[in-house]
């Protein structure tokens, strides 16, 4: 295997998963000279497996659109994506029924015309850093370019679990890794507010192990708040299906509403992201009466547009309490401000403290009292 290097190294996940592991297993990593066009250069560097954060593929996805836009094949290529979600499970298993089998042997010419932008050699990607919608891992499914998505902690050396090409399922963080199972000495539980441990519910998953770190180094006092007889609190929230993970929101960033209701702002955000005009989203509305979004729009000229019109389609099945009510548009979050790690992820608390006026204002623009 090749494997693509394009994450930072001080990060744990790109410091093991790119470097050291790629090293016991004998296998090439492939430094980019320029990470600021990689793109351009996929096919060169032959690559067979790609370590992607959500932003990553959705600059991929955008690519592609945009290539079978030009080609004036948007309407065939939507045609191709319906085909695929008839054709693959959840688990992978393809749909036996022949006309399905048959209309997917249609498209596998246009399939063939996207391939290449990865190299010939591209097997999969693995996804990590951040939660990672559904529809863009079926997405990659329908044109056989797969997403294995993974989670993990730095505090847990990284990786906890992974879906791989032979176990996997869609919308799932993967099965649990051996370090983590009972006979290697491992543990993993589900922690309920009122401190009811388990694995038959959602709740905080906590992990103990020897992947789980000693401590924060020079910081005890932060330690002892994330480890506790030998267990860390990871802060997601999650649940166990079929031995598959899946995570449904970090615990610091629930909101409350007025009216009593909660939700996890991640899953309405990452369907806001399935939109191309929209780069970045952020729920807001602890303590409001309704939640409403903050965006970041990649056409400018799109700016004026009705947006809650705009994105409703893609938040049909959710709740009311947890469609926006309203959206505000922000200048683009960027590393360099500190709105967004380098690894994509937005910094919540960075963007209330350089947009918090603004977003007050919006706020109490739609009839929200303000503490």
């Excluded at 998963?17 to 492939?30: N, Q, R, Y």
């Excluded at 246009?110 to 951040?130: D, K």
Aim: hydrophobic share 35%; with cysteine; glycine share 8%.
């Amino acid at each position: 295997d090749r494997l693509l290097s394009m994450l930072p190294y001080w990060h744990s996940f790109a410091l093991v998963a790119e470097v050291v592991m790629v090293m016991l297993a004998g296998a090439c990593t492939i430094i980019p000279k320029d990470r600021r066009d990689f793109s351009k250069n996929l096919p060169t560097f032959k690559a067979s497996i790609i370590l992607v954060v959500p932003r990553m593929l959705s600059l991929f996805k955008a690519s592609i659109e945009k290539a079978m836009a030009d080609k004036g094949a948007t309407e065939i290529f939507k045609a191709c994506l319906e085909n695929a979600n008839e054709l693959f499970s959840f688990y992978g298993d393809e749909n036996e029924d022949p006309k399905v089998q048959e209309t997917r042997q249609l498209f596998e010419p246009m399939i063939a015309q996207v391939r290449p932008f990865f190299g010939e050699n591209f097997r999969f990607f693995i996804g990590g850093g951040a939660p990672l919608d559904i529809e863009y891992q079926r997405f990659f499914q329908a044109l056989d370019l797969p997403v294995f998505q993974g989670y993990g902690l730095t505090e847990s050396s990284p990786v906890i679990s992974c879906n791989s090409p032979e176990e996997y399922k869609l919308g799932s963080s993967g099965k649990v890794l051996s370090w983590l199972h009972e006979q290697h000495g491992g543990h993993i539980v589900f922690q309920k507010e009122d401190g009811e441990r388990g694995i038959g519910f959602e709740g905080e998953l906590l992990v103990k192990g020897d992947c789980v770190m000693q401590g924060y180094w020079g910081h005890q006092d932060e330690s002892a708040k994330t480890i506790e007889n030998g267990w860390l609190h990871t802060g997601d929230m999650g649940y166990l299906d079929e031995g598959f993970l899946y995570l449904t929101g970090r615990q610091s960033n629930l909101l409350c509403l007025k009216g009593g209701e909660k939700l996890h702002p991640e899953a309405v955000e990452d369907k806001l992201k399935n939109h191309p005009h929209v780069s970045e989203a952020m729920i807001i509305g602890e303590g409001c009466k309704n939640v409403y979004a903050i965006l970041n729009i990649n056409d400018e000229t799109k700016a004026t547009t009705n947006w809650k019109q705009e994105l409703a389609p893609l938040l049909s099945e959710l709740n009311a309490y947890q469609k926006p009510k309203n959206y505000l548009i922000l200048p683009n979050f960027s590393v360099e401000e500190g709105t967004i790690t380098p690894t994509l992820k937005i910094r919540r608390k960075q963007i209330w403290q350089l947009h918090g006026e603004v977003i007050n204002n919006f706020l109490q623009q739609n009839s929200e009292s303000i503490s």
